[in-house]
């Protein structure tokens, strides 16, 4: 080894121990390196009523409204609620309401619940209540600024990711079920009184929630209050007609004033159809997303990743190739049979196994002359495709430790479906194949050269896992300053979208 290569060997090994050290990179290398354990806040925190085991006292509107919470949920799963504990939480919100008298979400949680034990006549009563609010507020971004400040504290520093798991850990369930009560409501009367009441409760959702979904049930309720139900569904041009006469139908019965809010309330309408309500507005928050899984888990996964090629280096460096022992012809065959037959009982992957068994198979095909001695220096090429096929092996490797790391496993219900919802089936069938292209790699120049295949292949993965690994390490070093950028670059809008999802996409 030159003087300028044992420079660079230590320049790369300072420098991964000063990012390593350094108190304001360390926590970067903490995901995908050494910890792979699932996130207790994300998924226990007693903040949200997603994730609670056990209901706090209800000493504060904060807690009264994860009771709330936790019960529309129960209610939106087809579930039923003891009376006894429904007759509690009808009492608790209309506590909360004679302390809180201008948020509509404590009487539209009382309407649900008292139709709940069928107090039809009381549940009327609180729904109209709570059409002349002049607020809706579900104390989530409360509960959800908690969650996030323990996110913090267990990673030790503000990550986007922390921003991304509370945006998905948002309740919709008690604005889906006050929507379905009002549809229900217009359903049973068509009065203008009974959509106007409707509207303006799906008004006062649509204008305060803070996620896009709860604002939707919202939306959709004052749309359907507008239109009118017909027995038989009408037709476009007739919903349409319907919805603009609305506001000159309330004139009519001398409310001009109701009339103005449902002007305006029909323009908001119009305006979150076009901004908010979009496949684009779905699209961002998954980009967002994603870029905070990897910024927070790629320099640990390319750490490890290095960790591991330099631990077989070392290994194979004490393996000898000329020691490497000679393998009677039908053994590998045996083997191929053996591996390809488990691997298939156990994965029922017929083209894996398939694999499996012509990997281990080819090393039964013998040069007609076999020389024993040690094979000769490694081409150019050979070395090249080797590296590049162990390099593969290295990112299949980095890609699983992403998708196993805590961001992931707390973020995977929120993202579409792909790969990364069973990573151990698809990343073990790439190593496999990778490992298997190597072989065959090994097996084609050993044959040319008439040496032992077995002892050829260790010496091209010692060369190729030699050079991948200062490559893996080489990328740690120099993507790490770069995710901590990136991930400071997004946490702002990721913030936006957690605590107001709807004003960011209106605003932006």
């Known amino acids: 080894m030159s003087i300028a290569q044992r420079a660079f060997l230590g320049a790369l090994f300072g420098a991964i121990l000063a990012l390593f050290i350094h108190p304001m990179s360390r926590p970067w290398f903490q995901y995908g390196l050494y910890r792979f354990e699932p996130s207790l806040t994300a998924a226990n925190s007693p903040s949200l009523a997603k994730t609670l085991t056990s209901l706090p006292p209800p000493t504060n509107d904060q807690n009264v409204s994860l009771y709330v919470q936790v019960a529309a ?240 280096h070392a290994l194979l460096c004490v393996c000898p190739c000329a020691k490497f022992p000679r393998l009677a012809p039908s053994l590998p065959a045996i083997l191929g049979l053996v591996a390809g037959s488990t691997l298939y009982f156990i994965t029922k992957q017929p083209l894996l196994s398939l694999w499996i068994l012509l990997i281990l198979a080819i090393f039964s095909v013998r040069p007609p002359l076999e020389l024993l001695a040690t094979p000769p220096r490694i081409q150019p090429a050979t070395q090249i495709i080797g590296s590049v096929l162990v390099l593969m092996i290295g990112v299949s490797v980095t890609c699983y430790a992403i998708v196993s790391a805590p961001p992931m496993t707390s973020l995977r219900d929120s993202l579409i479906e792909g790969w990364w919802t069973s990573p151990e089936v698809s990343m073990g069938a790439s190593i496999l194949f990778f490992a298997g292209l190597l072989a065959i790699l090994a097996q084609y120049f050993a044959y040319r050269q008439q040496r032992p295949a077995g002892r050829f292949l260790i010496m091209l993965t010692r060369y190729a896992t030699k050079h991948a690994a200062l490559a893996t390490l080489l990328c740690s070093i120099i993507l790490t300053p770069f995710c901590i950028y990136w991930d400071s670059k997004i946490q702002p809008d990721l913030m936006n979208i957690a605590l107001n999802e709807t004003a960011y996409y209106l605003n932006r």
């Open 73 to 312: 949920e129960k209610l939106s799963q087809g579930e039923s609620l003891n009376p006894s504990d429904t007759l509690l939480l009808i009492e608790l919100c209309r506590t909360a309401a004679e302390k809180d008298p201008t948020n509509a979400f404590w009487r539209q949680s009382e309407a649900l619940f008292q139709q709940a034990i069928g107090n039809e006549e009381a549940a009327l009563v609180a729904w109209q209540r709570a059409a002349n609010r002049s607020s809706w507020t579900d104390y989530q971004s409360i509960q959800l600024r908690e969650f996030i400040s323990k996110l913090k504290a267990e990673s030790r520093i503000t990550m986007a990711w922390h921003y991304a798991a509370a945006a998905s850990r948002r309740s919709s369930d008690l604005p889906r079920m006050v929507s379905s009560l009002g549809t229900g409501y217009i359903i049973t009367d068509q009065s203008l009184k009974s959509r106007l009441t409707a509207f303006l409760n799906g008004n006062l959702i649509r204008d305060n929630a803070r996620s896009k979904m709860s604002a939707s049930h919202g939306y959709n309720l004052s749309e359907f209050a507008a239109t009118g139900p017909y027995p038989i569904p009408g037709t476009r041009r007739e919903r349409t007609f319907n919805r603009a006469e609305f506001p000159t139908e309330i004139i009519k019965i001398g409310d001009p004033d109701s009339a103005k809010v449902i002007a305006s309330g029909l323009r908001k309408n119009e305006a979150y159809q076009a901004l908010v309500f979009t496949r684009d507005t779905k699209k961002t928050l998954q980009r967002l997303t994603g870029q905070s899984i990897l910024t927070s888990s790629l320099p640990g996964s390319l750490l490890i990743t290095s960790v591991l090629f330099l631990a077989l």
